[in-house]
């Protein structure tokens, strides 16, 4: 039951394969966004003097007078505790010794003291900026990530009356290069809490649900064409080169699972920027393609005949003029959103080049019956529980959180739709990765192929209740988040409210086994 398109070649169907263990990377960003607003686990000790909720905290600077983006830090469980609004910034001194561990030959009183980590304890060095009149203690980390500052039973209660800070060892060395540049640095930390109500969830919700049900029906509302029983072989015998589909099988899909778990460690043990972006290219590849392929179906929708002209170039054969105009055009949009895509619209080109994307991929790779989608999505429903909840115990942290958040240093993971939080005083993004829309968008988009093929309309087929269903899943998603304020792996309410929904509608009206064996 495929759906051929012989006037829009399916470009890309081998690419689009090669893209979806490294989309599968993506699937928690959204959970990782979240958990990133609270440290605290309550499974450190807490005593008199050190029993502070562990925050995270704002790290605004400034250079020379001009102010820089803003850095994220961890507060220690001892110390002061930072106000939740912005005070009056301080000037930033580093302690001689640098590691802060001895008094400093360098006049800390009124200052932040920044100082390295190692040598002594959070609280000898907390101890000692204190002595030297410092008002405020900035730790760095010697790596990129951030360490819970605690006390131990056999530590004497600290009694500490500035606050102490850590940030990771890119953030610190933003701070480190403009102060041994000779400038004038100033420091002001603060907590600011997370508001009630995050106003960027509902349309990051809605993006994903309609990118889901956009992709689904496509090849049918616009590109116009039906499924067909018998021309599958045909078509592919006349027009090989326009029926690039792929299908998934159970072994295929097993490797993507294996395959993504060596990415994923790969990216967590050798995090880099060349890395990060290389994950930029391989979704600037795709997203090209599937902005040309968008583009296309468009304007042959409007115009059946501008479809037709074609032109011979050298070496290449016979290109259609379309082609020749909008993929030129998707290449400049994939550069420019490259050169932009830490300013404050990238998010839009971001958001534009994945859902063409993932439109495409859907139309190219087919998920042939439930048979198949119980392997993909209950593979990778274990996938997603493992690498949030299970590696913690293996590799002291959160694999799956742990890659979603990247670091300070390089591009983001540019494999998610993000929106910005407009009431947040972080001044974040909420996020969900391309992996949460297009694992469970295959099984919807079977659903829609299915209904079509064997004439059920929407009451008595299962696309509606697919729709439903996957609506349903991320608002428990979103819902957890809330609730547990901690990384939710999204396919844990995903596959059971896709997945179960067909199985159970199916075997109530005696079809699941003609859903389980079904061919395309």
Not at 238 to 248: F, G, Q, S
Not at 323 to 332: D, E, G, M, R
Not at 391 to 399: A, H, Y
Not at 463 to 483: D, E, H, K, P, R
Request: proline share 6%.
């Amino acid at each position: 039951m495929t759906i051929r398109t012989s006037s829009l070649p399916r470009r890309g169907g081998g690419l689009a394969l090669l893209l979806l263990p490294v989309l599968l990377l993506a699937r928690t960003a959204a959970a990782a966004g979240a958990a990133a607003s609270e440290f605290d686990d309550g499974t450190s000790p807490k005593f008199p003097g050190c029993d502070n909720t562990l925050q995270k905290v704002k790290v605004t600077y400034w250079v020379g007078g001009d102010e820089q983006d803003s850095l994220t830090g961890i507060s220690a469980r001892f110390g002061a505790v930072l106000p939740d609004t912005a005070g009056e910034k301080k000037p930033a001194v580093q302690p001689d010794p640098k590691v802060g561990c001895a008094k400093s030959s360098k006049p800390l009183a009124g200052s932040v003291a920044v100082a390295d980590r190692g040598e002594c304890t959070f609280i000898e060095k907390a101890k000692t900026a204190e002595a030297g009149g410092a008002t405020a203690l900035l730790i760095v980390n010697e790596e990129d990530a951030l360490q819970k500052m605690v006390c131990t039973d056999k530590d004497p209660p600290p009694n500490i009356k500035i606050p102490v800070v850590m940030v990771s060892k890119s953030a610190g060395d933003k701070i480190h290069s403009a102060m041994s540049s000779g400038n004038k640095v100033d420091i002001l930390m603060y907590a600011p809490q997370k508001p009630p109500f995050d106003g960027a969830i509902p349309f990051l919700w809605m993006m994903a649900v309609g990118t889901v049900a956009c992709a689904s029906v496509w090849t049918f509302a616009v590109v116009g064409e039906e499924p067909k029983k018998n021309d599958a072989a045909l078509e592919a015998e006349e027009n090989p080169a326009d029926a690039e589909v792929v299908e998934l099988k159970t072994t295929t899909a097993l490797v993507f699972i294996v395959t993504s778990s060596f990415v994923l460690l790969f990216l967590f043990f050798f995090k880099s920027t060349w890395s990060a972006w290389l994950l930029v290219f391989l979704f600037c590849v795709g997203a090209i393609q599937g902005m040309e392929y968008v583009a296309s179906s468009l304007t042959i929708r409007v115009c059946s005949r501008c479809g037709e002209a074609k032109v011979k170039l050298p070496g290449i054969g016979n290109v259609k003029v379309l082609t020749l105009v909008t993929l030129p055009l998707a290449f400049i949009f994939a550069g420019v959103w490259v050169a932009y895509q830490n300013s404050s619209f990238g998010w839009v080109g971001q958001n534009f080049m994945g859902i063409c994307m993932m439109i495409l991929v859907l139309q190219v790779v087919h998920m042939p019956n439930i048979k198949v989608a119980s392997a993909l999505l209950i593979a990778a429903f274990l996938y997603d529980i493992f690498w949030v909840f299970i590696s913690p115990l293996i590799f002291k942290k959160s694999v799956m959180i742990t890659v979603a958040r990247g670091s300070d240093d390089g591009p983001s993971l540019p494999m998610v739709l993000k929106m910005p939080k407009e009431f947040d005083t972080w001044n974040g993004y909420d996020m969900i990765g391309f992996g949460d829309i297009l694992f469970p968008g295959l099984l919807v988009a079977f659903s829609f192929r299915f209904d079509r093929i064997h004439g059920k309309g929407v009451t008595d087929g299962y696309f509606l209740f697919l729709m439903i269903g996957y609506a349903f899943g991320l608002s428990c998603t979103y819902v957890g988040l809330y609730l547990m304020n901690s990384g939710q792996p999204a396919l844990l309410y995903l596959v059971p409210s896709t997945l179960g929904v067909i199985s159970l509608v199916g075997a109530k009206r005696g079809e699941l086994s003609q859903l389980w064996n079904a061919k395309s």
